[in-house]
């Protein structure tokens, strides 16, 4: 039986929540194990609830999972938000049983620790600071994460800040170590660290690095930046990588700008993207629909947030949908994927800007807050296999007044010009235009020009094939979904067949054009279709609706927390009894 | 197909005005003053001998940034205001490629007027040339920020515009623009010299350019500029083109022909002045950091090991 333990460090932003989770995901994978972090903080700098949730397992962790197993309380409020899920089989170690702000209640069948982390910081160490280092302390002392993995993960941190502080942060850690020994010499916990095996050849990255790592891999020079949350690291990353890949990182003076900066790159021949949020998706718009006109390939990750508005900045939600498929007037076609996991967010960026350079289209790549800091270990990537698409250039012309930028093709896509190369000179422009690019508004140009910006994506859905389906024809119920919701439904699935359930499930990463096709062949295979996702109205069921000849149940969350495993499998138990529900369901 | 191994940025033999132009006719009114402007900007490209093929000519929304569309280069006819940001990427991809905006007074102040100051500021190497006609004349008659008070306009009352026009040459030199100059349409002398100048410049450099709409602007017209139109810097009114306080004082006082009808109607340079250009600092981080186009995989994918 595998081993499967999620430990949940929680407390006040700025208090180490986040680095404890960072350093006990750092430690595991270096001992060998498969890790997924999840973490949640204001949108504040300082102060209010953050979380950091660490699962960790000897076997590939599919999703974030349902809950914890061990949760370590820094605070008071901590402890409340999380005393319902106190359940009989958890484990709680808490900052007691003095110097700390709170004192727990009693719950039947928690093991429960009390480590005066706070007063063992301030008064021994006569640092607060440390408070996360001796719960750390205590953390590995309960549960064997081997020392020397979390030791060195501290070392790597702090030496550039100096020996001593390394040393400092070591006996935090043995001050908590030593309390337990001390306090609890009979303890028998009920969950434990996997046993330590050799390091895996695998690279960690959170989800916006993963974009970024992506980005240079897939041949990025030119990245238009401007910071909104929590789409910013993508930037951050950047400026660091493209040290090494070569590229410019311009941060502008909006995302309009950022977006305009990123079509001039790429219209001179240079592959360029950017990475915003909702609020920036809304203000791209009109950009959106130049590239789109002008037939200039463009990468624009999404992190997508709790919108409309500024909503909820640093909260999961995937609702950004209908403004990254529909988004901007006019007849507007583009290319829609969505990251299931880190992995995605490396892989389909590099797709994102091959597909860009295919169709000469922009390209967007969703994601969102969850997974923009969610970590994982992936295998080390291997660049012999990783292919790209590079520009369709025309050749050099012998007069510039014959070349024909916007050249009607069977594909619908025609040979660029770009600044050096001779004779291919053309003005973009985001009039309606002929073949030399001139403007024209006459019937016969405007359905030629109409009908091959959208030819294009004609044979799409079998040229681009990233989709994948779980289960076997003849299911009971069917789940499509996208994004993050895939990660966590692969989870769900997983547990339903092996309690015997016959639930299938479709896995798109490419969400417009709709690959309709697959979604109507795999709705005829099973008996009822739903599709769970993190938004209120059901968007990817609508544009399903829309675009194919089924009809989804929809299965919403919009609170700003990914759904659980729990909640797809009750989702498909519910979908499988007789007087099921044949509409929507929402839960909170 | 990548792209050549050589550029040519200039041609080899030089080529005539002409040859910078599209076969495409122009769509303004007859005697509009941007004819003149794409005429000299055309005569310009040949001066400074730019490859047809390596020159782009990025605009945005209005009746002047069609001025692409009727040029021999690389064109960007991009979206209401965003030229400049546009221009920035193109320049800032391809660095040794010349960039020149061409867009109208309304696209660069009012709602393109949160791109331009960061340009300046940041005194990218590229030219900016404005056609300054006062209006909104693609969208038949608004005021823009540079109109006159009083200048009638279908958004504004009978009593015309309410607004003082801003100066945008105050404005330019205030932003940081290292070259600044006003001229005007009908001067084809005058405008090859600040035009050549401006594209020669290392650095921002800022053209604006009193083009009349015969249409719709029935003041700022050919027939009023012309008795007024003087050079300050032939006059001597102006001659310490490098001292940012003096340039700064004489574009206050100079700038004057929309506050009286009596007043003279100034061009000529008014600031110039060399400072590191933006992309001169960019290549100072590379070498700092010793980028390379030749990414050492295995180093980069060290630095995620857990």
Redesign the interface.
């Known amino acids: 039986m595998a081993i499967d333990l999620t430990i949940k460090v929680a407390g006040e932003g700025g208090e180490g929540v986040i680095s404890s989770g960072d350093f006990i995901m ?1 430690a595991a ?2 001992a060998g194990m498969e890790v997924m972090t999840f973490k949640s903080f204001p949108a504040e700098i300082k102060g209010g609830y953050a979380l950091s949730q660490v699962r960790i397992s000897d076997e590939k962790i599919l999703s974030q999972g349902d809950g914890f197993n061990i949760l370590v309380a820094f605070n008071g409020e901590a402890y409340e938000v999380n005393k319902p899920l106190l359940i009989p089989g958890t484990i709680m170690v808490w900052d007691g049983p003095h110097g700390g702000d709170f004192e727990p209640e009693e719950h039947e069948g928690v093991q429960v620790f009390a480590v005066p982390m706070s007063d063992i910081a301030k008064n021994q160490l006569k640092n607060y600071i440390a408070k996360n280092m001796v719960a750390m302390g205590a953390v590995i002392e309960l549960f064997g994460l081997p020392e020397e993995s979390l030791k060195s993960s501290i070392h790597d941190k702090f030496i550039k800040k100096g020996q001593d502080i390394v040393d400092f942060n070591y006996k935090a850690i043995e001050l908590g170590r030593e309390w337990i020994r001390t306090n609890y010499p009979n303890r028998k916990v009920a969950h434990s660290f996997p046993a330590s095996t050799r ?1 895996k050849d ?4 959170e989800g916006n ?1 993963a974009i970024s ?1 992506g980005a ?2 897939g041949g990025a ?2 990245y ?1 930046a401007y910071p909104i949350t929590p789409a910013t690291s993508v930037g951050n990353h950047l400026v660091d ?6 590229g ?1 990182v ?1 941060q ?3 995302e ?2 950022a977006l ?11 592959k ?1 993207l950017t990475a915003t949020a909702g609020p920036g998706i809304s203000l791209m718009q ?2 959106i629909g ?1 590239a789109i006109m ?1 037939e200039v390939p463009i990468v624009v990750a999404d992190v997508q947030r709790g919108g409309p508005s500024t909503g909820m900045p640093t909260k999961h939600d995937q609702s950004d949908l209908f403004a990254c498929t529909l988004g901007s007037h006019g007849d507007a076609p583009r290319i829609v994927l969505a990251a299931a996991d880190v992995k995605d967010c490396v892989y389909l960026t590099i797709d994102a800007l091959n597909l860009a350079e295919q169709y000469q289209s922009p390209v967007m790549l969703l994601s969102d807050a969850s997974l923009s800091i969610q970590t994982e ?1 992936i295998p ?2 291997d ?1 012999s296999k990783i292919k790209l698409v ?7 012309q012998p007069d ?2 014959v070349f024909n930028r916007y050249q009607i093709t069977d594909s619908g896509v025609s040979p660029m ?15 309606e235009h002929a073949e030399d690019s ?2 024209r508004t006459n019937t016969e140009t405007r359905n030629a020009m109409t009908e091959k910006r959208w030819r294009k994506f004609d044979g799409i859905e079998d040229a681009y094939t990233p989709i994948e389906r779980e289960g076997e024809d003849g299911d009971d119920l069917g789940i499509i979904c996208w994004g993050m919701t895939q990660s966590v439904t692969r989870e769900a699935i997983s547990r339903l067949r092996a309690q015997g359930h016959k639930v299938s499930a479709l896995y798109p990463k490419m969400l417009w054009p709709m690959p309709q096709k697959q979604i109507e062949a795999f709705a005829r295979s099973v008996k009822k279709v739903v599709v769970p996702e993190a938004n209120y109205q059901g968007q990817f069921a609508d544009l399903i609706k829309m675009r194919t000849n089924v009809v989804p149940i929809k299965f919403n969350a919009y609170r700003g927390e990914p759904l659980i495993p729990k909640e797809i499998e009750n989702m498909a138990l519910a979908l499988l009894k007789e007087d099921a529900p044949k509409a929507r369901i929402a839960i909170h | ?4 191994a050589t ?2 940025i200039h041609v080899t033999e030089p080529l005539k005005a002409k040859d910078y132009r ?3 006719t122009p769509t303004w009114c007859p005697g509009c003053g941007d004819f003149g402007v794409v005429g000299a900007l055309a005569k310009a490209y040949a001066d400074q001998k730019y ?8 605009s945005g ?1 209005g009746c002047s940034s069609r001025l ?2 009727w ?9 209401h205001g ?1 030229a ?11 660095p040794e ?1 010349p960039v020149v905006v061409t867009i109208g007074d309304g696209d660069c102040f009012a709602i393109g007027g ?2 331009i100051m ?1 340009a300046a500021r940041r005194n990218m190497n590229m030219t900016v040339i404005v056609m300054d006609n006062g209006t909104f004349a693609l969208t038949k008659n608004q005021t823009s920020p540079l109109s006159r008070t009083g200048l009638p306009g279908t958004l504004a009352s009978d009593l015309g515009n309410l607004d003082e026009p801003m100066n945008p040459i105050e404005m330019m030199i205030t932003y940081g623009a290292t070259y600044v100059a006003q001229t005007y349409s009908a001067n084809a002398k005058h405008m090859g010299k600040v035009i050549n100048e401006a594209l020669a410049h290392q650095g921002f450099s800022y053209v604006n350019i009193l083009s009349p709409c015969p249409t719709y602007n029935k003041v700022d017209t050919f027939a009023y500029f012309r008795p007024r139109i003087h050079d300050i810097n032939e006059t001597g009114e102006h001659t310490d083109l490098g001292n940012r306080s003096t340039a700064m004082l004489k574009s206050a006082e100079l700038y004057n022909h929309h506050h009286s009808d009596d007043a003279p109607v100034p061009v000529g340079v008014y600031y110039k002045v060399q400072k590191p250009v933006f992309f001169e600092k ?1 290549k100072q981080v ?1 070498k700092y ?1 010793n ?3 030749t ?3 295995n ?3 060290d630095r ?3």
């Not at chain 1, 695998?202 to 990255?205: A, E, F, G, P, S």
């Not at chain 1, 990588?241 to 070569?246: E, I």
């Not at chain 2, 490859?51 to 990025?58: E, G, L, N, Q, Y």
């Open positions: 750092q994978t270096r390091q695998v690279i960690i990255l690095q790592l240079v891999m020079k030119f238009g990588l493209m040290h090494h890949t070569g410019v311009y502008t003076e909006d309009i700008s305009a900066t990123v079509i001039g790159a790429s219209f001179t021949g240079k360029a009109e950009l130049l002008s270990a080390r990537p660049m590079e520009r369709n250039f025309a050749a050099p510039p007044s010009g770009a600044p050096g190369i001779p004779g291919t000179n053309y003005a973009a422009t985001g009039l001139g403007p | 197909m990548a792209l050549p550029i040519n599209s076969d495409i490859d047809p093929s390596a020159v782009t000519t990025v929304i692409p569309l040029m021999n280069s690389f064109g960007i006819h991009s979206c965003r400049v940001p546009v221009a920035i990427g193109a320049h800032l991809a391809r490629m949160g791109h960061h960019v590379q950091y980028v390379t186009d990414p050492d995989w180093a980069i994918f995620f090991k857990p």
